[in-house]
């Protein structure tokens, strides 16, 4: 079945510093969404990519989709305390699939 | 407009013993979906409802059910329950299929 493999597991920074997440999948996939959960919460959507290539912004987050539809990353410029939580990445793989798999998620923590 | 409403929020149960956990979906959404959120295991797909009928079903095993019914609303069951079933339990709807999907609080089950 579809994997979603996402790296690093968990990362930690100096407030200001950057951070980037990576999620993989094992099939193409026909869009893949952001989540962002803060502990103790649940998850809340981010954004949804859904061309070949596409970058999308929110103010200091970049959102990248591989030109293969099978990979994508998410950075954070200069990060603040704000941003503590445990990013996910999520996609279909088919048009006939109705199933969202989930990465693991990387858990980030920001040292102010 | 109201979030997606999950109850009970918490729950403590025997092993052995079944459990029903309930999902209200935001007005308007008939597409009901349900994740098992372990530490170790992160968020694993359940199942995926749409007007009352499953359309994708997770890699879990027959001890794992639900339903929705007329209104949107659906319920997941699990029978025979084991230690190793105590997890948060997320329900999300979404509007537009393989969109933004929208989670609720979810219900923390514990298995004793």
């Known amino acids: 079945g579809q994997q979603v493999m996402q790296i690093p597991q968990y990362q930690h920074v100096q407030e200001g510093e950057d951070f980037t997440t990576y999620c993989n999948s094992s099939?193409?996939?026909?869009?893949i969404q952001w989540y962002k959960q803060r502990p103790g919460g649940h998850p809340v959507f981010l954004i949804q990519l859904v061309k070949s290539g596409e970058v999308k912004k929110q103010k200091r987050l970049t959102f990248q989709f591989g030109e293969a539809k099978k990979n994508s990353s998410l950075h954070i410029t200069a990060t603040q305390t704000t941003d503590v939580g445990t990013y996910f990445c999520a996609g279909y793989s088919g048009a006939g699939s109705y199933q969202l798999t989930f990465g693991k998620g990387t858990k980030l923590s920001v040292i102010p | 407009k109201a979030g997606v409403t999950q109850t009970p929020r918490y729950l403590i149960k025997t092993r052995g013993q079944q459990v029903t956990l309930s999902c209200s979906p935001i007005?308007?959404?008939?597409?009901v979906s349900w994740y098992q959120q372990t530490p170790g295991q992160g968020l694993q797909f359940l199942f995926e409802?749409?007007?009352?009928?499953?359309?994708n079903k997770g890699n879990f095993p027959g001890r794992f059910s639900g339903r929705q019914f007329s209104n949107s609303r659906s319920e997941m069951n699990v029978s025979t329950l084991e230690l190793g079933d105590s997890a948060l339990y997320l329900c999300a709807s979404s509007l537009q299929d393989r969109g933004e999907a929208f989670f609720g609080q979810g219900t923390r089950l514990t298995v004793v």
């Open positions: 409802y749409f007007s009352e009928t499953q359309r």
């Open positions: 099939t193409t996939l026909s869009n």
């Open positions: 007005s308007g959404h008939r597409s």
